[in-house]
């Protein structure tokens, strides 16, 4: 398999994307078409086959657990609570409710998995306070959406789960492996905001500053979101359930808080269902054409023909990850996050491990990737969200040039993962007892 073939027909389907195709009709035309004009029918008879087989498994039912998990928090008014609960405790630090952001959307990233779900969530509870404040726009968008994309790496996370399953790695070792990242990128973005931005929201001060005892009572409403992470992620540690199963768990929780507090009705059941439902219809589809493309790509020899002309140029590990880098920055100006991973995992996972990279700690990396791409313009899906959930009006330069300083930290951040990879890795390791 020639590496100008294999660059014609990559090329093909970013050109079918750019013509507003669909992702997964673009992947599809690729890998089922190329198959069958250098196999012929036998290769596209034996796809079905290997889709089902990677389908029909206990751990893609975690993704649609997690999409209901992500829906009843939302749905539910927890997520609402939250951040009033943290918002009592971050407004007196500079920049106040700008804290409040990161800070609600960290803890509903360590129970929803999603990042646009997150970003949504987040931005329609928290503009209200933050426009009748006058906070200025450009950081608060930018810290919703920034915030946001914490959801794709704080475990649980969908995108590292579709990841387990394309790169044939351990989901509880990526989750492990994306906590201590995501915690750290939160803590730097607040940071920023404490530097650069620390005279936002005085006028918020008299007004929320409410007693000691008013704030613990408050505090109750952090309650279900850390037990749910603690029961999930804990069950999956301690060896009691694997993934999928802590999901249900999870989402048993979160329904037994909703009746508590007296929330659960017939119709907050469907509308969260059906949007769960819906989120992961898109998904797995996408998913699935990326299956059908690695058949393609593993029959013809492409992973070898790449690895072979990636050592042909002596790349080292970092000389190989900031080439990927640079690849993942630009492409993620006009590809969506999901479409990215499942669209580049199964061309650059053989590429870095043939130099040594762990896939454990790839999968971190190429998330962070995603981060990036889903706040950088023209098709950045957090910018559309927080815009959306807008209500003044304003310009979408505002959510662009808000959301550009963390597009740098989180730039900076991967190269700090690439000189010390223990910052990724020792977590997992330690679970693994390595």
């Known amino acids: 398999m020639s590496i100008p073939l294999i660059a014609t027909a990559f090329i093909i389907m970013l050109g079918l994307m750019l013509l507003s195709i669909p992702v997964a009709v673009a992947i599809l035309f690729v ?23 990677s389908l029909n498994s206990p751990s893609m039912l975690a993704i649609p657990l997690f999409m209901l998990l992500g829906e009843l928090l939302l749905r539910g008014g927890i997520a609402d609570r939250m951040y009033a609960a943290l918002s009592v405790w971050f407004n007196r630090l500079p920049g106040g409710l700008l804290h409040t952001n990161i800070a609600t959307c960290t803890l509903f990233s360590a129970t929803s998995g999603s990042s646009v779900a997150t970003a949504a969530t987040v931005g329609t509870i928290s503009l209200p306070a933050l426009q009748k404040y006058r906070y200025p726009v450009r950081p608060s968008l930018g810290s919703l959406a920034a915030g946001g994309t914490l959801g794709i790496l704080i475990p649980p996370s969908i995108n590292l789960l579709v990841y387990g399953q394309l790169a044939n790695t ?12 995501g915690l750290t990128l939160a803590l730097l973005f607040s940071v920023y905001l404490f530097i650069f931005h620390g005279k936002a929201g005085n006028a918020s001060l008299v007004e929320v500053n409410l007693p000691l005892r008013e704030k613990l009572a408050l505090s109750r409403h952090l309650v279900p979101p850390f037990v749910i992470f603690g029961v999930v992620m804990g069950s999956i540690y301690g060896g009691i359930a694997t993934p999928t199963e802590s999901a249900a768990i999870g989402v048993m929780i979160a329904l037994a808080f909703i009746v508590g507090g007296g929330k659960l009705s017939l119709d907050l059941l469907i509308h969260c269902s059906l949007h769960a439902a819906k989120t992961t219809g898109m998904v797995i589809i996408v998913l699935m054409c990326a299956l059908l493309l690695n058949v393609t790509l593993s029959m013809l020899g492409v992973t070898q023909a790449l690895t072979q002309w990636v050592a042909s140029f002596g790349l080292t590990q970092v000389g190989l990850l900031l080439v990927l880098l640079l690849f993942y920055v630009v492409l993620g100006t006009f590809m969506d996050a999901m479409s990215m991973l499942v669209l580049t995992v199964p061309i650059t996972v053989p590429m870095v491990m043939a130099v040594g990279v762990d896939p454990i700690w790839f999968g971190i990396f190429i998330v962070l990737m995603c981060e990036i791409a889903l706040i950088t313009p023209p098709v950045g899906m957090n910018l559309f969200v927080v815009q959306g959930v807008r209500k003044d009006g304003g310009s979408f330069n505002d959510v662009i040039w808000g959301s550009l300083p963390f597009v740098v930290i989180m730039a900076l951040f991967t190269l700090a993962i690439m000189v010390w990879p223990q910052i990724v890795m020792w977590l997992p390791d330690l679970l693994a007892g390595r």
């Open 31 to 53: 890998g089922v078409i190329g198959g069958y004009l250098m196999h012929g029918f036998p290769l596209v008879d034996m796809m079905g086959g290997v889709v089902w087989s």
């Open 170 to 181: 351990s989901v509880s070792q990526l989750f492990a492996a994306g906590l201590i990242p």
